[in-house]
Structure formats: C-alpha cells, structure tokens
C-alpha cells in the first residue's frame, strides 16, 4: 500500500499532462476547423471501444476539449457580427476591464443591459462594445450609464472581441460591483494605486505596479521594448510567483483564523479568487491560480498532488472551460514556461551554490521551453535571456514583496526600496536589450552547439565554435547585398532604413526611443547615415533622433517646409547647423539620387494647418520596384496627391482611421507594411484600415508582428 501510495501521485501527474496535450491539440483543432474537428474526434472515440478505461477518459477529454474551441470560435463570430448602437445613444452596462489610455482619452470594454428608447429603458442584451471616454474612474465590475455616439466597429481590444465603440460624451457609474471578489480586489488595486500615486511617471513605479497587479498601462514603450528583448517580459504577467508571494502575505494575515491544515488550505482558495480579480484574470494568472487552487483543494481532501499533475490538471479544466485559450499567446507563454522551469528546477542538482543553479536550470527550460513560441508569435529570441534573468529574478522578488508590503502599510521607506529594486531590473532590461537576437538559424545553431557541449568527445569542438559564433554575433554587419528596405522595429512609430550594397545609407524616421534607435542602427551595421529625414515633428518619428549626432556620422538632415516642427524638430535643427550638417526643407517637386536609390519628393505640396499633412512624401525608386513612404498624412493630404500604386506601400499614420479608404484603395499596393507598437494604445491600425487592405488582396506586414520588416529588391 505504501509502494502503491508512493507512485500514485507521479503517474497522475503523467496521465495529467497527456490529458493536458490532448485537450489543447482537441480545443485548437475545435477552434480553427469547427464542427468537422469535434466529428473527427467522436469518430475515433466510437472506434476505441475497446480501449482501457483511462484511453477511453482522455479521448472524451479531446472531444469535449473540441467542443470548447467550436464554442469559442461562435461565441466570437457572434460577438464580431453582432448589432451595435448606431448614432446618439444611452446605455447601461457592467464594465469588463478596466479603462486603459486610448490616445489622449481612456477606452473600456463593457457589456451593455440596457439601451434608453423614447425616455425609457428597453432591454439590450447585446454584444459587448468599446467606450472611449475622458473618464477613467470605471472599474471592472462596476454599472455604468454611457451617454455618446455609438457605431457599428467589430474588432478586438486586448484579446477580448467587441460589436461596435461608443464615443462617450459622459460616463457615470451608477454602482459599485456588490460582489464580496469584486469589492476586496478593488480596493487592493486602489491600495496600490493610491500607494504609488506620489511616484507618478516614474518609470521605477510603472513597474512596480506590473510587479504588484500586473497593470503596464503606465509602462513606456521603450521600457516594455526593452523588457520583451531581454526576455523578461513575463514578471510584468503576473504569474506562479506572484501567486505565491500573495498566499504568503494572505495567509500572515489570516493567521488567527487558519488553525488547522484544511481550514487555512480553504482560506487560500478564497485568496486565489481575490487575486484573479486584483490581477484582472490575465490568461497567465488563471493559469497560476488554477494550479495552486488544485494544490490546496487536494490538500483539502487529504492527498498529495504533485506539480505536473497540477499544472495538467490546471491546463485541461481551463481548455474545458475556454477553448480560445488554446491560441492566446498569453496563455501558451505561461505553461511553457511553466513547464519548463519543472524540468530544469532539478537540472543541477548536485550543484553547489544549489540555489544558484536551480535558478540557472530552470531560467534556461523555460526559455527553451517557449523558443518555438517566441519564434512564431515574435520572430526572434534573445541569446542571452538566461543570464539575464538569473540577475533579475532575486531584484524582482525583492522588489514585489518589499514594495508591495510598503504600498499596502504607507511605510514609504518599504516602496522606496522597492522602486529601486524595480529601476535596477529596468537597468539590466536596457542592458540585455542590446545583446543578441536569434532568428531561426542562430536558434538552430546553440542548439546544436549545447548537444555537442554535452558530449566530452566534442566538448572542445564546440567550445571554440561558440567563441568564434560569440565574436560573430559582436561584429557589426556590413551593408546588404541587394537594395534593401527595412521598416524596423522601434514600437509605436516610425523608422524606414534604406541601404545599399554601395554603403549608401538613408534613414526616414526614428521612432520615440533614441536606445531602441540606436540598437536598431547597430544591428543592421548603420555607422554613416547620409540623408537624415524628418518626415515631420511628430514625437513618434524624431524623438529617436536626440543624441543621433554623437552615435553616427550624419550628411544631411531633410526637414518639411512648414511652419510647425513641433517641440524637438527644431532643436535638432539648430543642433545640426551648429556641427556644420545642412538642414534642407524638402517640399514636393525635388528629386535626387542617393546610391542605387531615385528619391522624388511628392509633398508637402503647401502649407498645412494640420502638422501631419505636412510630412514629407517620399516616391522611391529603386531596381525596377517603387516605395511610397507617406509620413503621417491624412486624408486632406492625400486626396491632393496623384494615383501611384507603389510596390511598396508604409501605410500612413500607423494605419490609423485618418486615412481616405478611397485614397488607400485607389492606391493600394502589393505590399503594405505597418510601423505600430505592440499593444498601442491609440486603436492602430485601424479595422477599416485592415479591411480595404484585404478587400484589395494586399498582404500585410506589421512591426508588432514580424519585427523588423526587411524588404530586398533585386
């Protein structure tokens, strides 16, 4: 009995995790094929008659896992095609998330209940919508009355899809959420706020506050840039070890009251659920809770239940309960790590410091673990990940439980601690960020050099090539060998380099972040720029550009000819003149020649009220192929320039709805490329947008996608 004991709780966990693969190949089968999936499965189940017991138990799992995926597939198509208010409309609703920074106002989704017709309230069970508001004092949770214009806009904000927007003109919150869940994580997350209120665009705080509750909404984009190219993007998703710090603290507090085992295991499941609700059930925290939930409720009743078991067993109820989740990135990060860091917690251990080499074993499964995901979803994966976690994994941990015990008692001394913690994490970001990124044959490559490293026969071998890889990777690349286009990766902005097998180099923009700027430069080699362009003033086009002059060997910097350069532009201007640069104010009708490159500038064709419609338009040509790269004009702009249907097209203004559809379909072209910020907030690129582009057959490529988009032209 004993023996049998003693086993039992590793083969659940193996049954657990079988269950969990089947269940995640069942849900996104039943979520990309529908109905024949579910069929498919029944079909096999019926032919497995006479298969053991537990065989039969994890085919229904696949079947039924397969019915959540078609279920949530329909449950989005219905959402998507659903009907929204149209025109001047009043409606109530519960809130669903909480507000986050849209532009220069706050967007919300909400489900509506009810919708005012001839001054009286009619049930409208509809669709969820999207409000954008002034207001940001709405929480999840919460009823609210929402006066504004609405319109039909089928989209997706955050991953959750939504009929149509509401532009508000007022948002009142007739009641605060009655839930017992509701009313403590709200006030939690209050707690924080309030908390971190006097650190206020401190970006140590921003943090923290993706430590604490994982709200990034104030987190700069060049900081969340630099935290996903170091690979440490996932302590700002709150996870397994925030989970455990929370129980840590919820039990201190609920001490007097967990005398016994089963009593404080209970009081934790009642901590879990506040913590999903503080956290906002962020697929990773489900995640987290679910296994820990399994943990304690095993505990409840009396027998073991190991960490696979935990983690399957919290895999296929959440896939049983949700198929979507099988295709939500979030979510599949979360597990692979997950699983991973259980593989490599024991890698070294019979290494000494142990702790340092657990920490080691199991930073490096994990991020072995989510390399293929990373490669799909993102197209790259830091080299050095590992050594950079393994200096920020401690700094995280201090800072999480110190702020967060100096947030929620006032003791400022605890927070300050804890936001220098965070600023030190936010240092070794900006440090890794630079480091090596590995496309698929670099990955390729260690892991062939890490099979040979395991072997002593080839151990020497392969310490030379990884040396001799080491010092290849350091070296700048030299220029392409074809005419090249490469929109790069500098989040919510704009940044075109255009090269030549010549050396010729001419970069169009430079994004927000001089950092991700110059990153971005070295990666591709860029020591001498030789035409500088400034498209126009726009923060998100020259805010790169500060300091640009002490990194490289600049020739001429093009400005627009008008009035408005904005708030850096100008300086630059003077900066450039001082150092002996010229300045040329470009305005259509030039033409040049820079290397294999023909430049004809098709605007600003006069002056503008509008700062946008004053960019610089430029037509290139190059190799028999053209390129039009627009700047950020609108449709006043645009209905003055001639039909060109590029080759090439970088879609205006990060495809926002300031473009002429009309214009954009007259002119649509073979490829469509667009410089956008992984989760902007400003709703780019716009649905409209997208669906000209697709109604034209035009593929689309995006930054916050594929990266850095990298067109040659032979």
Same mark, same amino acid.
């Given at each position: 009995?004993?023996?049998?004991?003693?086993?039992?709780?590793?083969?659940?966990?193996?049954?657990?995790?079988?269950?969990?693969?089947?269940? %995640?190949?069942?849900?996104?089968?039943?979520?990309?094929?529908?109905?024949?999936?579910?069929?498919? !499965?029944?079909?096999?189940?019926?032919?497995?008659?006479? %298969?053991?017991?537990? +065989?039969r138990l994890l085919s229904a799992v696949v079947v039924a896992a397969a019915l959540s995926g078609v279920a949530a597939s329909n449950r989005i198509e219905r959402t998507l095609d659903a009907t929204a208010p149209i025109g001047n409309v009043e409606v109530v609703g519960v809130v669903l998330e909480d507000p986050r920074p849209y532009g220069g106002s706050s967007r919300f989704?909400?489900?509506?209940?009810?919708? $005012?017709?001839?001054?009286? %309230?009619?049930?409208?069970?509809?669709?969820?919508?999207?409000?954008?508001?002034?207001?940001? #004092?709405?929480?999840?949770?919460?009823?609210?009355?929402?006066?504004?214009?609405?319109?039909?806009?089928?989209?997706?904000?955050?991953?959750?899809?939504?009929?149509?927007?509401?532009?508000?003109?007022?948002?009142?919150?007739?009641?605060?959420?009655?839930?017992? $869940?509701?009313?403590?994580?709200?006030?939690?997350?209050?707690?924080?706020?309030?908390?971190?209120?006097?650190?206020?665009?401190?970006?140590?705080?921003?943090?923290?506050?993706?430590?604490?509750?994982?709200?990034?909404?104030?987190?700069? &984009? !060049?900081?969340?840039?630099?935290?996903?190219?170091? /690979?440490?993007?996932?302590?700002?998703?709150?996870?397994? #070890?925030?989970?455990?710090?929370?129980?840590?603290?919820? %039990?201190?507090?609920?001490?007097?009251?967990?005398?016994?085992?089963? $009593?404080?295991?209970?009081?934790?499941?009642?901590?879990?659920?506040v913590f999903v609700v503080v956290t906002r059930w962020e697929? #990773?925290?489900?995640?987290?809770?679910?296994?820990?939930? $399994?943990?304690?409720?095993?505990?409840?009743?009396?027998?073991?239940?190991?960490?696979?078991?935990?983690?399957? /067993?919290?895999?296929?109820?959440?896939?049983?309960?949700?198929?979507?989740?099988?295709?939500? +990135?979030?979510?599949?990060? &979360?597990?692979?790590?997950?699983?991973?860091?259980?593989?490599?917690?024991?890698?070294? #251990?019979?290494?000494?410091?142990?702790?340092?080499?657990?920490?080691?074993?199991?930073?490096?499964?994990?991020? !072995?673990?989510?390399?293929?995901?990373l490669m799909s979803h993102f197209g790259g994966v830091p080299l050095l990940a590992p050594v950079a976690n393994l200096l920020a994994a401690p700094l995280v941990t201090l800072s999480t439980a110190i702020g967060g015990v100096g947030v929620l008692t006032g003791l400022d001394v605890l927070v300050s601690m804890g936001l220098q913690a965070a600023g030190a994490v936010l240092a070794i970001a900006h440090a890794a960020a630079g480091w090596p990124q590995l496309g698929w044959a670099g990955v390729g490559m260690v892991g062939v050099l890490a099979l040979m490293v395991s072997r002593r026969a080839t151990r020497a071998v392969a310490l030379s090539a990884m040396i001799l890889a080491g010092a290849t990777l350091a070296m700048p690349a030299g220029p392409p060998a074809v005419p090249t286009m490469t929109a790069l990766d500098v989040g919510q902005g704009d940044a075109v380099l255009l090269q030549d097998p010549g050396g010729w180099t001419m970069l169009v923009d430079g994004g927000r972040d001089p950092q991700v700027l110059s990153r971005a430069l070295q990666d591709h080699g860029v020591r001498r720029i030789h035409v500088l362009v400034a498209t126009h003033g726009d923060f998100d086009h020259v805010g790169g550009f500060v300091g640009l002059f002490d990194r490289v060997e600049v020739g001429r910097l093009w400005v627009p000819d008008q009035p408005d350069l904005g708030d850096v532009l100008p300086e630059l201007v003077l900066e450039a003149a001082e150092r002996g640069i010229p300045v040329v104010r470009r305005r259509a009708g030039t033409m040049e020649r820079i290397g294999s490159f023909e430049l004809t500038v098709l605007g600003p064709r006069r002056r503008y009220a509008e700062p946008n419609n004053g960019s610089i338009v430029l037509w290139v040509t190059v190799e028999g192929s053209t390129v039009l790269l627009p700047g950020d004009i609108g449709a006043v702009a645009q209905g003055e320039l001639e039909t060109v249907r590029p080759d090439v097209m970088l879609i205006p203004h990060h495809g926002s709805s300031t473009t002429d559809l009309d214009w954009l379909a007259a002119n649509a072209p073979a490829l469509a490329v667009i410089s956008v910020g992984r989760d902007n907030t400003y709703g780019h690129p716009a649905p409209e947008v997208l669906q000209v582009l697709e109604d034209g057959g035009v593929p689309v490529w995006l930054t916050s996608e594929h990266g850095d988009i990298v067109v040659p032209f032979r």
């Open positions: 009995m004993t023996a049998l004991r003693l086993r039992w709780p590793r083969a659940l966990g193996r049954w657990a995790a079988g269950a969990a693969g089947l269940a %995640w190949a069942g849900a996104f089968a039943g979520f990309h094929l529908g109905p024949a999936a579910v069929v498919v !499965a029944v079909v096999v189940v019926a032919a497995g008659r006479r %298969w053991p017991t537990p +065989v989704v909400f489900q509506p209940s009810h919708l $005012l017709v001839a001054e009286a %309230w009619r049930p409208f069970p509809g669709a969820p919508l999207a409000v954008v508001a002034d207001d940001d #004092s709405p929480q999840a949770g919460d009823t609210v009355r929402v006066a504004g214009v609405g319109r039909p806009r089928p989209t997706v904000v955050r991953g959750d899809p939504v009929a149509g927007i509401i532009n508000a003109r007022h948002v009142a919150v007739v009641a605060r959420s009655s839930s017992p $869940l509701f009313v403590a994580g709200n006030q939690l997350r209050a707690r924080v706020a309030s908390g971190l209120e006097g650190h206020r665009g401190d970006p140590d705080a921003a943090l923290l506050a993706g430590f604490l509750i994982g709200d990034t909404s104030d987190l700069d &984009s !060049a900081d969340a840039e630099a935290l996903r190219r170091a /690979g440490l993007t996932h302590y700002v998703a709150v996870s397994g #070890s925030n989970v455990a710090l929370f129980l840590a603290a919820w %039990w201190l507090v609920a001490a007097p009251f967990a005398w016994n085992p089963r $009593l404080r295991a209970g009081i934790g499941l009642v901590g879990l659920a697929p #990773s925290v489900v995640r987290a809770a679910t296994m820990a939930g $399994l943990v304690l409720g095993a505990r409840i009743a009396g027998f073991p239940l190991d960490a696979w078991a935990a983690l399957g /067993g919290a895999v296929t109820l959440l896939l049983l309960v949700s198929g979507d989740l099988a295709v939500n +990135v979030g979510f599949q990060l &979360s597990v692979a790590a997950t699983a991973g860091v259980l593989v490599g917690a024991g890698m070294f #251990s019979r290494r000494r410091p142990r702790w340092l080499w657990a920490t080691l074993g199991a930073t490096m499964a994990a991020q !072995a673990a989510v390399v293929p995901l």
